[in-house]
């Protein structure tokens, strides 16, 4: 199996954690109702609550379950067609707060993330993570047909 790259930059310490494995890796941890298999263990304990009915945050509309109260609340807007996020400058409104920034850094020209190997800059994180490839020398993509690997 191959090795991660290692120059990739992580914002959390889960991130970093998760990054010790290839997320590649065969999905060991599989639930026998459904046969869905997880790769991490903590991923299928949230999955067998979704069957066991455990979680009690439920939308009515569509029967979508939520492990917090935020997450069906943010999930309703879908339903109702409530935007309450709004853009300042073009006045479009989102459903969550998340599609907003990610609205707003499309129009607002900035390339926050830079690479500390060449100075290139981008305007996505994973966009920078996936150049860095380029560096390392690792190729993630590989193309079905022809069998190349590409970053």
Known sequence: M???CTIRAFSTTLEVQRNLHDVRQLRVHTYDVCNKSFT???TLRAHQRLHS???QNTCKLC??????LIYLKTHQN???GDCPFIC???NKSFTRQDYLRIYQSAHSGENPFTCDFCNKSFKWLNYLMLHQCTHCGERPFNCDFCKKSFT
């Open 2 to 4: 191959d090795r991660p």
């Open 40 to 42: 991490w263990q903590s």
């Open 53 to 55: 009915g455990q979680h």
């Open 63 to 68: 029967n979508k379950s939520f492990k917090g």
């Open 78 to 80: 879908i339903h109702s």
């Open 88 to 90: 300042d400058v073009y």
